[in-house]
């Protein structure tokens, strides 16, 4: 069964530094997704980057990247040049690529960025 | 990406009514997601809907309580039976357009008094 871990549960950050958020899953498949989301306090579910467990390349959005290291089992998320409106939970999930195609997410990291 | 609208977006309801919330995706999705996020939880997945078939249900999740219709590829409904307190919830509908990502609907904040 899949498993996600977030061991940070808030984290505090001034503004413009540069913050990774950690997040490592169990999966004895080889053929995943992960997914990471920011969760405002409005409370929708805002996609931010994804990784496919192919992927021989770093996943990067703009002022997001993701760390993959799949010997690890590790997809930490990396926010540079933070902004206020960077805070917010953020939840890292996995997706198995076959089957059954649901989301399984860690606990979340509440963010805050501080002026 | 795809645009997934959802409502009602908030409701407040007396125990032991019943709630749907509808979910529209902008395009044809095979499968459709719903979920539950309980005050200060992490996501949890209710049930997975196709169309065509009966919902598949996780564990700890019935039918009875949590019904679910998905009559096309772009439009589904659950329904929250029978509510209690321990119904207030966000309940958030989900889909994978083609390719990987996968996107939420604003949700549905209930309150059940």
């Known amino acids: 069964a899949q498993k996600i871990t977030q061991t940070q549960p808030g984290m505090f950050v001034q503004e413009k530094e540069a913050v990774t958020l950690d997040c490592t899953y169990d999966?004895?498949?080889?053929?995943?997704?992960l997914f990471w989301y920011k969760q405002p306090s409005s409370g929708e579910m805002i996609f931010l980057i994804y990784q496919g467990s192919y992927d021989e390349q770093n996943a990067t959005e703009g002022r997001y990247s993701l760390n993959f290291q799949k010997a690890r089992k590790s997809a930490n998320l990396v926010i540079s040049a933070s902004q206020l409106g960077d805070s917010a939970m953020y939840f890292c999930a996995m997706r198995y690529l076959q089957g059954a195609q649901k989301l399984v997410f860690g606990q979340g990291t509440r963010l805050t960025i501080n002026p | 990406s795809a645009v997934i609208s959802q409502k009602p977006s908030r409701d407040i309801c007396q125990r032991g009514t019943s709630l749907t919330i509808q979910c529209q995706v902008d395009?044809?999705?095979?499968?459709m997601f719903w979920y539950r996020q309980q005050p200060g939880q992490s996501l949890t997945l209710i049930a997975t809907a196709n169309q065509g078939s009966e919902a598949t249900y996780e564990s700890g999740f019935v039918i009875d309580k949590f019904p679910i219709s998905r009559p096309n590829l772009t439009f589904s409904t659950l329904t929250v039976s029978n509510m209690s307190p321990e119904d207030s919830s966000i309940y958030l509908c989900s889909a994978a357009p083609a390719g990987q990502a996968q996107y939420f609907g604003p949700g549905t904040r209930l309150t059940v008094l």
């Open positions: 395009s044809q999705v095979t499968m």
């Open positions: 999966t004895s498949d080889q053929s995943y997704g």
